[in-house]
């Protein structure tokens, strides 16, 4: 492909991404490193645009503000990526923009002292390789969790060894003319081009409607104040985990938990103090369990535990370790104690118990621990009307 061509071409997949960026923009405006990275097309669409006029009718200095053009760029739609990813940070912004300061002073630099542009445009291309390198190396290497994410990181890394190899072929242009080499590297770095413009966008696209979907998935399971399961996801999980256990004949326990005189504490403290003991109280049981089991919040100042394979010993023990584990909280470097009442019932092989009738024969228990002193641990068992035991507080 000659060079008009590939610059016609290049001008047309990034005039087409620039306006579905900007309708997709239009309609999901708080679009995660979204605006950066339409910046980053616009500029770029700018110095396609730019190049072309300079085949049509000769525009003197247009590679000097090409290159310069595409350093913004550059560094823009490594800015995008970082946001993107959620590492983006005024302490990065600033090493971004240095980056490309010293590039662009380089670059101008360059240009001055060499009557042609190829050491200039080497320098240019060997600086956008290194802009888009620490997004590389977070999307493949070091926040590689999905196989979107590997890809993504992939497709840049193979634009970066175009762009380093388009750098070596500008600084031994003269001893590479008319070799394999030189057609090997200049046919690399357009495929770089290409990937840039038109996989890079729709893997971006992807990747930006996949953090979006994790987004609402994390939004739709965890509770925004404690960061744990909120009532809806814990429902769905334990069911699982119930229906399980019954196929494998082991049995379970199943826990409510209540801050004592909560509605106290936020009429004395204030509500900001009062969400700071729930998030410490969620913190402080959730150290307490293991990974097979569940905690959720089930509203306000309750809270629920699923126990996976533990019989009635080992639930009232760690029922017992729950309990004691929030005494003696400190808020805001404050002491601010804190009790917990909790009812524990747990489910033999044998039975059969929906998660809802679980629910209602602790939660009655739950209350029994309230009416006689609060900072207990009662139980209850099924088919059982109310509780038949109580353990005492230590």
């Not at 997004?135 to 290497?141: E, H, T």
């Not at 994410?149 to 634009?159: A, R």
């Not at 969400?275 to 913190?283: G, H």
């Not at 009812?343 to 939660?363: A, H």
Request: glycine share 8%; net charge neutral.
């Amino acid at each position: 492909m000659d060079f008009e061509t590939m610059l016609v071409c290049l001008f047309i997949v990034n005039f087409f991404t620039v306006l579905f960026m900007l309708s997709y923009r239009s309609r999901y405006t708080k679009g995660n490193g979204l605006r950066p990275y339409t910046i980053a097309k616009l500029i770029q669409l700018l110095a396609w645009l730019l190049l072309l006029l300079d085949t049509a009718v000769y525009l003197r200095g247009v590679q000097l503000t090409v290159m310069l053009i595409c350093l913004a760029g550059g560094m823009m739609e490594a800015l995008a990526l970082l946001k993107l990813l959620g590492v983006y940070n005024a302490g990065l912004r600033r090493l971004y923009y240095r980056l490309a300061g010293i590039s662009g002073a380089g670059v101008l630099l360059l240009a001055g002292l060499y009557p042609s542009a190829e050491q200039a445009g080497a320098l240019t291309a060997a600086s956008g390789a290194s802009m888009i390198a620490y997004p590389v190396y977070l999307l493949f290497m070091k926040l590689g969790e999905t196989p979107l994410q590997k890809l993504i990181g992939l497709l840049y890394g193979l634009s970066i060894v175009a762009l380093l190899g388009q750098a070596v072929h500008l600084l031994y242009a003269q001893s590479l003319a008319g070799t394999a080499a030189s057609s090997w590297l200049q046919e690399i770095f357009y495929i770089g081009l290409y990937l840039l413009m038109f996989l890079g966008t729709a893997g971006y696209m992807l990747l930006s409607r996949e953090h979006t979907y994790a987004e609402l998935e994390r939004v739709s399971t965890y509770d925004e104040l404690t960061g744990i399961l909120n009532r809806r996801a814990f429902s769905v999980r334990a069911r699982r985990l119930i229906a399980a256990a019954a196929r494998a004949g082991t049995p379970f326990s199943f826990l409510l938990l209540d801050v004592d005189h909560f509605k106290q504490i936020n009429d004395t403290f204030g509500h900001e103090t009062g969400d700071k003991v729930l998030w410490d109280f969620s913190r402080k049981i959730e150290a307490q369990l293991s990974s097979g089991d569940l905690f959720g919040r089930f509203g306000g100042e309750e809270f629920a535990v699923l126990l996976h394979r533990a019989d009635e010993t080992a639930s009232t023990g760690i029922a017992e370790r729950l309990r004691r584990c929030v005494l003696g909280a400190v808020i805001d470097d404050t002491l601010l104690p804190y009790t917990v009442s909790i009812g524990v019932i747990t489910i033999l092989p044998e039975q059969r118990v929906p998660l809802d009738r679980l629910y209602k024969q602790t939660d009655l228990a739950l209350y029994e621990a309230k009416q006689t002193g609060r900072n207990c641990v009662v139980r209850t068992y099924e088919h059982s009307s109310l509780l038949d035991e109580k353990v005492p507080s230590s």
